[in-house]
């Protein structure tokens, strides 16, 4: 056989030493709990591929998209008209696939007597127009916000969802992760913050119904708890790998939807709209 011909059988096949690797980055949603489950059940099926995860936020996965840095962006919010921007002016074509849906609970410090918020009282919580928890309940004393840092998705997610786009409260404490969030607010009793619904329980803080809705996985695919969005993996769709096609299909699959919902999120199919699987 020629070398001329050789050669794209040879690229076809693949080298034996050659490493498998999926590069994830971005949302904490999906990479503190979900991620790690995923990446488990994945490899014990590809065991030759190796998934490399880091979670530092929606906003940071997609730049690293755009920047040719990862190979799977996730993501807790759609993208921003900036960084469609972005990518056009790159000429990256993007795949959004859906993997399904979380919900963001509102949490309390544990000793806090509030249990239940209307959605306008969360809003003017974190907003500042409501300083003081005996306003909506609570004892005499004042509110201290806790939230994400702005390169998280729910930073954003939240404001949308919850804010009507107003901007938090100047006093707001930022935190880089949700559980070092909780932690913080179980020194606080005058807390208030949002982690990931199936974050809430794990970490001590106490999570509060929302006009007298739970924040759970079959409660956000009936849509009866409002602060509640899709959970996405983008792509490059010029430059995406069969390793990450790969990992997307099994995260899609009966067996990655199973250990989403385990978990606690809402499958795809749970959710009772037809969807597509169009950027943003």
């Not at 919010?77 to 993007?94: F, K, P, T």
Request: proline fraction near 5%.
């Amino acid at each position: 056989m020629k070398l001329r011909h050789l050669i794209p059988l040879l690229l076809l096949i693949g080298s034996p030493g050659l490493a498998q690797k999926v590069v994830v980055k971005g949302s904490n949603t999906f990479g503190e709990e979900l991620a790690p489950a995923l990446i488990t059940g994945f490899r014990a099926l590809k065991p030759e591929v190796t998934v490399e995860l880091e979670s530092k936020g929606s906003g940071s996965g997609i730049q690293a998209l755009l920047d040719g840095t990862c190979d799977i962006a996730a993501s807790s919010r759609a993208m921003n008209e900036d960084e469609l921007r972005l990518a056009r002016s790159r000429r990256v074509v993007l795949r959004n696939s859906t993997i399904g849906y979380y919900g963001v609970a509102v949490v309390v410090h544990p000793d806090n007597p509030v249990r239940n918020l209307t959605d306008p009282q969360v809003r003017d919580l974190f907003t500042g127009a409501i300083a003081n928890w005996k306003d909506v309940g609570g004892p005499d004393a004042p509110v201290h916000v806790y939230i994400r840092d702005p390169v998280s998705g729910t930073y954003l997610g939240f404001q949308e969802l919850a804010m009507e786009r107003k901007p938090y409260v100047a006093s707001a404490r930022m935190f880089t992760g949700y559980h070092a969030m909780a932690r913080a607010m179980l020194e606080d009793r005058n807390a208030i913050g949002y982690v990931g619904m199936t974050l809430a329980a794990h970490n001590g803080v106490r999570a509060v119904t929302i006009n007298g809705v739970e924040a759970t996985a079959q409660n956000v695919a009936d849509q009866l708890y409002p602060y509640a969005r899709q959970l996405r993996l983008y792509t490059n769709h010029k430059k995406v790998t069969p390793e990450a096609k790969a990992f997307i299909t099994f995260v899609r699959s009966t067996t990655g939807q199973t250990i989403l919902h385990d978990l606690g999120f809402a499958r795809r199919s749970q959710l009772r709209l037809t969807t597509r699987d169009d950027v943003p």
